[in-house]
């Protein structure tokens, strides 16, 4: 059956648009193919809405891509896809919360901007608009971080029939410079300490005597302190017990698992960490205001590693240690961590074994249910 013809006045229409009485108003519609209507506000000119129609008709009447579609079940919209690449990666990536937050909202970017575009039209170009649109005005590493999620994207859709190459590979990353942060000095990490609440206090000292980072000390639980039934004399220093620590970022080395010795120093901050009466199986703990225990946590008594830093650096910024820095210079957290490592290294212990490190000259190396530890020499800090 042929269309109605149009009206002589609407003869200009673009295919699709008609001005049509809707709830006693008249309104500019877009019929799809599919026969779906899309409604345009009220306050919609003329001009504007075949200007819309017309870039409606160009990618859902545009007979070139319908022929691509149809005669190859793999190239489909982006959007199709992604759905299957999130399963995927969910199945067999065992990504963090975290990390798996910033993939979906990347994927919820991508398919926002770009997933009407067909899977075998996909280009370098796609990938330039991509990280232009994202992080045009953002940081280097920013930019590198979306080509690398892109790269994976592609690589799923390849193995999938999506793409015939993943394009973003031939996209550069590009060079970063060095950090700009300056070091933390001691001197600064005992006036921010002096002014710390307990939680931030017993999260630092943590920091400096086992050198590992806001992740690890924020995770850290009672019941991976484990005390001696008697106290030992270990290379002259009084071992009450062994800290297990497992490094999350080299999590897969063989180096990621280390049993810190507990010396007098460590032995001090766990029983401080209780002061405070607080009941919590974490060692940084704190009573929050809220009721909403966050998604990375377990109990209503943890602390996020992203709340101890913000805490961190307000304080820092509080007290004006660096007032005349930009904030992106200013020392933060995990500058305890290299803080740490340099005053071990001043003191004659080598810091590699104990900040599990990949390349580390390990001492002795434990194994329990098939699960590896690193013992690492005792030693402690003298900070105060």
């Known amino acids: 059956m042929a269309p109605r013809r149009r ?21 500019w519609r877009y019929r799809t193919p599919e026969g779906k209507d899309v409604w345009f506000p009220d306050s919609t000119a003329r001009h504007e809405a075949c200007e819309v129609a017309r870039r409606f008709n160009a990618e859902l009447r545009n007979p070139h891509k319908m022929t691509l579609t149809h005669n190859d079940k793999y190239n489909r919209p982006l959007s199709d896809w992604l759905p299957k690449i999130i399963k995927r990666v969910k199945t067999d990536e065992k990504l963090s919360p975290q990390v798996m937050k910033t993939f979906l909202s990347n994927c919820e970017k991508l398919k926002q901007s770009h997933g009407d575009v067909l899977s075998k039209s996909i280009t370098l170009e796609t990938v330039n608009d991509f990280v232009q649109e994202h992080a045009g005005d953002k940081s280097v590493e920013v930019q ?21 190459e993943n394009v973003a590979r031939k996209k550069k990353l590009r060079p970063v410079a060095a950090k700009k942060r300056k070091r933390l000095k001691l001197a600064d990490f005992q006036a921010i300490h002096a002014a710390a ?9 943590l920091a400096i005597q086992t050198t590992h980072a806001v992740l690890e000390v924020s995770r850290l639980k009672y ?34 698992r280390v049993e810190i010795p507990i010396t007098q120093a ?5 029983e401080q960490s209780r002061a405070d009466k607080v009941l919590s199986p974490y060692v940084v703990h704190r009573i929050s205001s809220s009721r909403v225990v966050p998604k990375e946590c377990d109990h209503p008594t943890q602390i996020t590693s ?8 307000a304080l820092r910024d509080e007290l004006k ?22 005053l071990f290294t001043q003191a004659g212990y080598d810091p590699q074994a104990r900040a599990a490190h990949a390349d580390a000259k390990s001492t002795k190396v434990y194994q329990e249910n098939h699960v590896e530890w690193v013992r690492v020499p005792a030693g402690e800090l003298q900070i105060g």
Do not use: W
């Open 197 to 205: 609440p307990h939680y931030l206090k017993t999260a630092m000292e």
């Open 7 to 27: 009206q002589h006045g609407n003869s200009d229409l673009p295919i699709g648009l008609s001005l049509v009485k809707h709830r006693g108003k008249l309104k």
């Open 306 to 313: 992203e709340y101890i830093s913000k805490a961190f650096s």
């Open 144 to 164: 590198n971080r979306k080509i690398i999620f892109l790269n994976k994207i592609f690589d799923y859709m390849v193995d999938m029939s999506a793409m015939d």
């Open 266 to 270: 460590l032995k001090s901050i766990i």
């Open 321 to 342: 240690l660096f007032e005349k820095m930009n904030k992106a210079e200013r020392p933060t957290f995990h500058e305890i961590r290299a803080l740490s490592i340099h």
């Open 223 to 256: 019941s991976h302190c484990r005390f001696l039934p008697t106290p030992e004399v270990i290379e002259g220093m009084m071992v009450f017990g062994y800290v297990r620590i497992h490094r999350q970022k080299v999590q897969k080395k063989e180096s990621s």
